[in-house]
């Protein structure tokens, strides 16, 4: 599955798939970039990040990938459990470091069907 | 350790009360943040603390008033808060405010405020 357009704030895949989320950023000098998972209740959690020099990134079944020209990030989740629903934001440092804090992206909620 | 520990987890308050929101970590981070979360919405940044100091403040009104007593901690103060004050408040800690470091920020699980 795959989120249509950018600001799609709910994506619906089956269990097994894989899945595409979706995030546009807004400052072109911002230098560092994270996913978060949000579930019910909870903070958000660390997924993975990927500096600006960089243009993909992998984990463990996830891939960030970074599209400076057009400000735009994605998440790949491979084979979708039902331990990955939840909201997820892509967040973005702008340049200063640490001190500036976070902006996070409007989420997208990501269920998954059995 | 490396978690951001908040305390309450839930809040009720009435609009004439003053109440505390805590949090604690213990991982040697150096810069702190308050955010706030509406629900279905991303966080907000609040405040930020460098190295114990208050560098960014936005535009937050007055009636929340953040204290940092030492590098482990972060309190933020309620006085006199609005219904649409409610929210879920988090916070977060990374390690180097200043550098040009690549680590994540460490959220907590954030204090649930209900105002009344």
């Known amino acids: 599955g795959e989120s249509v357009g950018l600001h799609l704030p709910t994506l619906s895949v089956q269990e097994g798939d894989n899945s595409i989320i979706n995030c546009a950023y807004s400052n072109s000098a911002s230098d560092y970039f994270i996913w978060y998972k949000q579930e019910s209740g909870k903070g958000p959690q660390f997924i993975i990040d990927?500096?600006?020099?960089?243009d993909k990134r992998q984990g463990q079944r996830v891939t960030v990938l970074l599209n400076k020209t057009v400000k735009h990030l994605s998440l790949q989740i491979a084979a979708t459990q039902p331990g990955d629903s939840a909201v997820y934001f892509c967040?973005?440092?702008?340049?200063?470091?640490?001190?500036?804090?976070?902006?996070f992206g409007k989420g997208t909620h990501l269920i998954i069907q059995p | 350790d490396t978690e951001v520990t908040q305390t309450p987890k839930h809040l009720v308050m009435g609009m004439t009360n003053k109440k505390s929101l805590k949090c604690e970590q213990h991982?040697?981070?150096?810069?702190m943040y308050w955010y706030k979360q509406k629900a279905k919405k991303p966080p907000e940044l609040m405040f930020v603390?460098?190295?114990?100091?208050?560098?960014i403040n936005e535009s937050v009104p007055s009636r929340f008033s953040p204290e940092c007593p030492n590098s482990s901690l972060l309190n933020l103060h309620l006085h006199a808060l609005q219904p649409e004050d409610s929210a879920l408040y988090l916070c977060a800690s990374s390690q180097d405010p200043w550098g040009a470091q690549y680590y994540g920020y460490t959220f907590g699980s954030g204090t649930r405020l209900t105002v009344v």
């Open positions: 991982m040697g981070h150096r810069a």
């Open positions: 603390y460098s190295y114990e100091k208050l560098s």
């Open positions: 990927i500096r600006s020099n960089m």
């Open positions: 967040a973005e440092r702008p340049p200063g470091g640490g001190a500036d804090g976070l902006t």
